[in-house]
């Protein structure tokens, strides 16, 4: 089964600062790969989605950034970070009509 | 994808079966119901998945009404470890490439001792 990999746990960083969280995938190969983010008390918001290497869709404009070096690597950055990029942030993986499933996610918060 | 209504919170005593609804009344012919649960500070778990006919699984039954417009997800002995927010979600499975999940708030689930 599928196992991803987010570090770190929790990240506090200041405005304006550089971001880059990274996701890996094992138990898989050519996976469905996605950045959601959670705000407090509210659902999950699709940020990227990537059905392969270099390739991926984002979903809102924002101040972040996705990218997929390798096939089971995901990563979100931002050059600089503002207030509203606090949140939980979670990866998740997929094959094809299998289920979604997630990592423990990283908690941001931009002070 | 469909939308789906849930109620905001539940509580269930310890030890009774807890019953979850969720609407999803245009819920189209190929598109499936998902069940996700989220533990505080954790990332959203797999429960389990159907399509028409009720399914079972080690963690919970899910019963999906004739017509598909609603489900409700049975959890047959609540501990207080099944204390959650859970998710139903609507989506195409074989919708490749394009897969995208669209959690609401969920139900949150309190296992009252």
């Known amino acids: 089964s599928q196992t991803i990999h987010q570090w770190p746990a929790t990240l506090v960083q200041p405005v304006g600062s550089p971001l880059s969280l990274e996701c890996t995938v094992e138990g898989t190969s050519n996976p469905n790969l996605y950045w959601y983010r959670q705000a407090a008390g509210r659902g999950l918001q699709l940020l990227f989605y990537?059905?392969?290497?270099?390739?991926i869709s984002s979903e809102v404009p924002q101040n972040l950034s996705a990218s997929r070096p390798q096939d089971r690597q995901f990563i979100l950055s931002s050059k600089k970070l503002l207030l509203s990029d606090s949140g939980f942030y979670l990866c998740a993986s997929s094959r094809r009509n299998s289920p979604l499933h997630f990592g423990n996610g990283t908690r941001l918060t931009v002070t | 994808d469909a939308k789906t209504t849930q109620p905001t919170s539940m509580d269930c005593a310890e030890g009774r079966a807890a019953n979850l609804p969720c609407n999803h009344s245009?819920?189209?012919?190929?598109?499936?119901v998902y069940w996700y649960r989220q533990i505080h500070s954790q990332g959203p778990q797999y429960i389990i998945h159907?399509?028409?006919n009720n399914e079972t699984n080690e963690m919970a039954s899910l019963i999906i009404t004739e017509d598909r417009k609603s489900s409700t997800l049975i959890l047959p002995h609540a501990t207080l470890r099944d204390t959650a927010v859970y998710y139903c979600i609507v989506r195409v499975a074989a919708n490749f490439g394009n897969e995208k999940l669209t959690f609401g708030t969920g139900t949150r689930l309190t296992i009252i001792p």
């Open positions: 990537s059905v392969g290497i270099g390739q």
């Open positions: 245009t819920i189209s012919g190929n598109e499936y």
């Open positions: 159907g399509l028409k």
